[in-house]
């Protein structure tokens, strides 16, 4: 066998073992920066990232920020491999322009939205009845509870530095607590 194909050998097995761990549902996550990502709550993009890992991978990552915006947190949005959508009015506009093309989006089973706005729910409800599953990922205090009731999950994120448990995932549709997020 020639050297090069052992080489192509060797990326044919990486590419089924980059398979096999991709299992779960595709997930397309939009997260409302404003709302979300404020000194005073201590959420960072990390957080959302690991807390959905256990339930699919993400396929598609966006972060709808206003145009006040610090360039220092457009940055770190786009280091961490989130695409920033800058808005000039209202971001909330923005982030259901967003979901609703990744709820007729093919390539995604579920819509997760970061936010705490009740203003979100008409979005998780359309997604629903278009056969995609939901998630809310959200932080306390101000997380809306018409959001927890309409989506399939919801992710509670607890403030970095915060003794308490570091958050938890709830399956609605099961009724109970599920697996440990971070």
């Known amino acids: 066998m020639a050297s090069w194909e052992k080489i192509v050998e060797g990326v044919k097995s990486i590419a089924l073992i980059k398979t096999k761990i991709r299992r779960g549902k595709r997930i397309a996550l939009l ?37 006040y915006a610090p360039q220092s947190l457009i940055e770190a ?26 709820v007729y989006n093919p ?23 278009k056969g995609k599953e939901t998630a809310i990922v959200g932080v306390e205090p101000g997380l809306s509870a018409a959001l927890k009731h309409a989506a399939d999950y919801v992710i509670i994120l607890k403030a970095r530095g915060v003794s308490d448990e570091e958050g938890h995932i709830e399956d609605t549709e099961k009724g109970g607590e599920g697996r440990k997020g971070s």
């Open 107 to 129: 390539n995604v089973d579920m819509i997760a939205l970061a936010t705490r706005n009740t203003e979100f729910v008409p979005i998780i409800l359309k997604a629903k009845e």
């Open 77 to 102: 949005v786009s280091n961490q491999g989130f695409e920033p959508v800058i808005v000039a009015g209202e971001t909330g506009v923005k982030l259901a322009v967003e979901a609703m093309r990744e």
């Open 31 to 67: 997260v409302d920066g404003p709302n979300i990502l404020r000194k005073e709550l201590g959420v960072h993009l990390e957080d959302i990232v690991n807390a959905l890992s256990e339930i699919g991978s993400i396929r598609v990552a966006k972060v709808i920020l206003n145009q």
